[in-house]
């Protein structure tokens, strides 16, 4: 049927419009999530720009204090009814930086975009970090985050040194030799030992990389992985995605060293990119099964078509704006993660899509991560050396879909428990206390170290709320 020019422009337009996100209320003292299924009312704000203000209000507030960064933890793990909220976004400074040594000190609150876009200039590079560059380098030490890079794990391996600010207002320096237990309990820790402020990093050279993918049977990939792509120096990032509901292929993603000329001269993602269109395909993709299927076999086949060159910090300056849905009103995007040893996966894998199908999750998306061995941080999730299942899903804001959310959550921290594995801390808390001690067996130990930091229990957010007794 023939479209009039008329029809088609009013087709698109609808199209646009139906991809405008509803922009949340804003109320005074209200911390949420980027979920926006956790909003806590707070008592005070405040929004440092020096450690020196740090320091006066830890001192001087005697009541529970909480630290917030991007707010992208998803279960409350930046706040507690009646804290003063330290908002670390304008702590966001550049102190020092040495191209020779490969190294630079930042103020906590940075993003790791501003940092990018400084270190850029010196054809520099951060070592490890998430997908994401919306999050502040701070938060993203407070969960120990990981990211896509091949031969890293998570992002204490790339912490030189930081200061923290201590309950008692005290003001030190901490690192794998200095005050170590600080180190490895705040890395981590969730703002559990202190407010850390300023972060020295190690960096890398920033060089050009060429994207590969291949499509197979999630049966073959383990052995794609260990035969094609682990201890291979010239591989840089690499993920490989789950298609859903059948959680039968996967398309595994690599980016490798090379010379090749590029064919992105861009050297970061722009800042104020419009991602109506991505944003479109991920709720057709959320909206139905055909959905998923126009992803696996019409949308991801053209997407990967063609050669990509670009430049390393060009894939680190991705913008979460591309996965945000036009409104979380009545449902939103959430994610989980699970880590199990690498000689677990296909042991494990059966038993997450069982859940998953038995429980009719909307999943929008699995990837598959690889992670060595974390060097010693006290709530580490990599104990030894692990494959990362990170799921991305929607659901209903309802009490009743929040508690079917929380069934086979449960059941699927029972699955990784089965295997030996863990699952991530930054998002919603679901977990009993059975299964949070199972999967952090060191968080005794943590906690005892808490009680020596913050006797008086003055760090505070859900996390805690949930799971440590202050009274032992």
Known sequence: MKRSPLRIFLILTALLLACQPDKPIVQKNVVNDVTELNPIKVANIITPRTSTEIIKAVKSHNGPISIGGGRFSQGGQTATENALQIDMRKFNRILSFSKERKEVTVQAGIRWRELIQFIDRYDLSVKIMQTYANFTVGGSLSVNVHGRYVGQGPIILSVKSFKIVLADGSFITASPTVNNEVFYAAIGGYG??????????????????????????IAGYKKFFFSSIRNKPQFVFHNADIYPNSYTKVRAVTYAR????????????????????????M??????????????????????????????????????????????KKATYVLQEYFVPVDRFDSFYPKMVKVLK?????????????????????????????????????????????????QWTRALIDASLSEKGTYYLPYQLQATQSQFSKAYPNAESFFKLKKKYDPNYKFRNKLFDAYYNCKN
């Open 258 to 281: 090379t010379e090749n000329k590029l064919t992105v001269t861009e050297h970061l993602k722009p800042n104020d990119k419009n991602y109506g269109l991505k944003k479109f395909a």
């Open 192 to 217: 559990g030992i202190g407010v850390i402020t300023e972060i020295t990093l190690s960096l890398t050279e920033n060089y050009k990389i060429e994207k590969n993918d291949t499509l197979m049977n």
């Open 283 to 328: 709720k057709v993709v959320a909206g139905s099964d055909f959905g998923k299927w126009l992803r696996q076999h019409i949308a991801d086949p053209l997407h990967y078509t063609g050669k990509v060159v670009e430049w390393r910090n060009y894939e680190a300056t991705y913008d979460v704006k591309e996965l945000e849905p036009n409104s979380r």
């Open 358 to 406: 038995s429980n009719d999750v909307n999943v929008i998306n699995i990837s598959i991560r690889h992670a060595n061995k974390d060097t010693g941080s006290y709530l580490a999730w990599a104990k030894e050396e692990v494959f990362a299942f990170v799921i991305y899903y929607k659901q209903e804001v309802s009490d009743t879909e929040k508690a079917k959310v929380t």
